[in-house]
């Protein structure tokens, strides 16, 4: 049974950086398109970077020169560096994979049939 774990969530103040990670079993990073969602309280599930079998990356405008997605094949790990982190990136973040090339539109959830629990990340101000 494919299973990713996230970790890495915490409470941090704003401006300063957390790093995810995800660690997939049954599942070769390498092989899938993997990516990073969030959903804050009250809102539905957003796309946050998206990560391809050859490294292609996309991100979330409300990320972009913030976050960066990347993986490490041989640990079969999946990272999300979050540096100047705002309140409004409060959420819980999901880690994701899609077997195969990434699907033409980065963040339609039903192209991930692999999901992880969750890790929260708390942002105070």
């Known amino acids: 049974q494919v299973q990713l774990v996230e970790s890495g969530g915490g409470s941090v103040q704003a401006g300063g950086s957390l790093r995810l990670s995800c660690t997939g079993s049954r599942l070769t990073v390498s092989s899938y398109c993997l990516g990073w969602f969030r959903q804050a309280p009250g809102k539905e599930r957003e796309g946050v970077a998206r990560?391809?079998?050859?490294?292609?990356?996309s991100y979330a405008d409300s990320v972009k020169g913030r976050f960066t997605i990347s993986k490490d094949n041989a640990k079969n790990t999946l990272y999300l560096q979050m540096n100047s982190l705002k309140p409004e990136d409060t959420a819980i973040y999901y880690c994701?994979?899609?077997?195969?090339?990434?699907?033409?539109?980065?963040?339609?959830?039903?192209?991930?049939?692999?999901w992880g629990q969750g890790t929260q990340v708390t942002v105070s101000s």
């Open positions: 990560i391809g079998r050859y490294g292609s990356t």
């Open positions: 994701a994979a899609e077997p195969g090339a990434c699907s033409y539109d980065p963040f339609r959830e039903r192209d991930f049939p692999y």
